[in-house]
């Protein structure tokens, strides 16, 4: 069952970053959260987990396992020029060389 495990996921997750909070690394300093990043946070959240999620199980459900899997584990490289826009600082030479070989790799599992 896709949802189940997808909720097994999810909590596994949760619990592990509420366990974050009790180590030096979860302590850090804290700033006041402002109303834009928390919007922001949550519309990502919905379109990318909610959505994204939701999208991808279904294509699941008729579609080509290895396609549908490949071109979902695309979604880094597609994000990065967004990154990009949002924050003003372009990824290094290494991301882009990254996104590049990843766009390879779909090209030649895709043409075979």
């Given at each position: 069952?896709?949802?189940t495990?997808?909720?097994?996921?999810?909590?596994?997750?949760?619990?592990?970053?509420?366990?974050?909070?009790?180590?030096p690394?979860?302590?850090?300093k804290?700033?006041?959260?402002?109303f834009?990043?928390?919007?922001?946070?949550?519309?990502?959240?919905?379109?990318?987990?909610?959505?994204?999620?939701?999208?991808?199980?279904a294509a699941l459900?008729?579609?080509?396992?290895g396609?549908?899997?490949?071109?979902?584990?695309?979604?880094?490289?597609?994000?990065?020029?967004m990154?990009w826009?949002?924050?003003?600082?372009?990824p290094?030479a290494?991301?882009?060389?990254?996104?590049?070989?990843a766009?390879?790799?779909?090209a030649l599992?895709s043409?075979?």
């Amino acid at each position: 069952e896709p949802f189940t495990a997808m909720a097994l996921r999810s909590g596994l997750a949760v619990i592990l970053f509420i366990a974050l909070t009790t180590t030096p690394f979860g302590k850090g300093k804290r700033e006041a959260v402002q109303f834009g990043t928390v919007g922001l946070a949550v519309l990502s959240a919905f379109v990318g987990t909610s959505l994204g999620m939701s999208c991808l199980m279904a294509a699941l459900r008729t579609g080509n396992v290895g396609i549908i899997s490949t071109l979902s584990s695309m979604t880094p490289v597609i994000i990065l020029p967004m990154v990009w826009l949002r924050s003003g600082q372009r990824p290094t030479a290494a991301a882009w060389a990254g996104a590049l070989l990843a766009i390879a790799g779909t090209a030649l599992i895709s043409v075979r």
